[in-house]
């Protein structure tokens, strides 16, 4: 599967592709235990949401399936994770469970989504978005795939901008990098700057999430083309 990637000469890459495979190859066997309960609270708002919308759904960065279950039965949901050892947890859990509403899971690049223009009703991605080495491209994509009118669920860390926890946040990045995560690199500017530049997408919601408001609840809509006159 071919990779694209985006050098920015002030944003230097520091995680790859396989760095984060590999990273979450190994959170596999204890990712539920270790951030189930943690992030319980934000995955079960952005649930909600992607409840009330309603359609077809495609969940970014599935993991282990841990939200499978609370979607609700109406939905139609399709998983995608670019580790193959949490899409094993994944599929186990679909088979266990009966969740006749899963359409498919897949290994696939979430800068680089295997699916048509226009194809969901609702793009979730959960702690995703500064996990993978080229943030904006992925954001690109998950608005190719999205249908006018569809939204954009997205949990994701807000690091800050200024400040001391700026400060610490830039200390623990070295710390935090082989694991897959970054705590540096993705202030709400960041996000402000891709919007800026992405026609067609408005911001609808943003609001702090559990643990520590260090993390958010972000909403974008794909907004309808006007009718013709």
Known sequence: MAQIIKLDDTRPLDINREMVEKAYDR??????????GVFGKGRKAAILATNSIGGR??????GTGISLPQYAP??????????????????QRVDELHLKNVEGLAVMDAEKLE??????????AQYVVTAVPNPEVALDEFARVLRPGG???LLSRVSADAGMRRFIEQRLQPVVRPLGFRTAEFAWSRFAQWLSGAHGIELIERRPVPP?????????????????A
Not at 27 to 36: E, H, I, Q, S
Not at 74 to 91: H, P, Q, V, Y
Not at 115 to 124: C, L
């Open 74 to 91: 109406n939905l139609r949901i399709f998983g995608t994770d670019i580790s193959e050892a949490m899409l094993r947890k994944a599929k």
């Open 57 to 62: 759904v495609l969940e970014v960065g599935v």
């Open 27 to 36: 959170w596999a066997p204890v990712y539920d235990l270790v951030f189930g």
């Open 151 to 153: 939204e954009m669920i």
């Open 212 to 228: 520590l408001g260090h993390f958010s609840l972000i909403r974008f809509r794909k907004i309808k083309a006007a009718a013709a």
């Open 115 to 124: 699916f048509p223009d226009n194809s969901f009703d609702v793009v979730m």
